[in-house]
């Protein structure tokens, strides 16, 4: 049964934003992509306030994994892994560690005749927890990188289209 609340609990949390671009120049394991001017991150409310860079940034250097080449359409984004890592970080294990601290904490109270132990022990380890929690995070964060989820359209080879791309009707494009 615990099987079935992890997964709904990455069911439910919220898809990393991939945003889009072309690949300019190659760099070794890396690519430069000129992202598109329309992606979700100018759609962020603390982008559009002008309270984050990283909208500013029309030129990402990112991790080529699938092999993308100079003129590709691609997709960029997290690892899916990188971003339960992080969720997992941020909100399981502190609230894992303010539970089972008030769990210890009642036990403990109880033996000592000291019934507010529970809400000490409780937010003693959700502080002591999270301190470390929140250090592997920032390190989590700076060894990961965006990277190429998958190259949309690839000019060197017109017929190739990845799965997750919609194919536009003949009609359609006749009419252009």
Same mark, same amino acid.
């Given at each position: ?18 945003? =889009? ?15 598109? #001017? ?22 990402? =250097?990112?991790?080529? #994994? ?43 109270? =109880?033996?000592? #005749? ?29 060894? #990961? ?9 690839? /000019? ?10 919609? =194919?536009? /009707? ?7």
């Amino acid at each position: 049964m615990a099987g079935a609340g992890w997964f709904v609990l990455f069911l439910i949390m919220k898809p990393g934003i991939p945003d =889009t671009g072309m690949v300019i120049r190659l760099e070794g394991e890396n690519a430069v992509i000129r992202m598109k #001017s329309d992606g979700a991150c100018w759609k962020c409310g603390v982008a559009a306030a002008g309270l984050c860079t990283g909208a500013l940034a029309k030129v990402l =250097t990112v991790r080529n #994994s699938r092999q993308a080449r100079v003129g590709d359409s691609v997709k960029i984004g997290l690892v899916q892994g990188v971003q339960y890592r992080g969720y997992l970080l941020a909100y399981v294990v502190p609230s894992a560690a303010l539970v089972l601290g008030a769990v210890a904490g009642h036990f403990l109270g =109880t033996y000592l #005749s000291f019934p507010p132990m529970d809400i000490i022990a409780g937010f003693f380890s959700l502080v002591v927890v999270s301190f470390f929690s929140f250090r592997q995070l920032k390190r989590l964060d700076s060894s #990961s990188q965006i990277e190429i989820v998958s190259v949309l359209f690839d /000019p060197w080879n017109p017929g190739s289209r990845s799965p997750d791309e919609e =194919t536009i /009707p003949d009609y359609v494009n006749s009419n252009s």
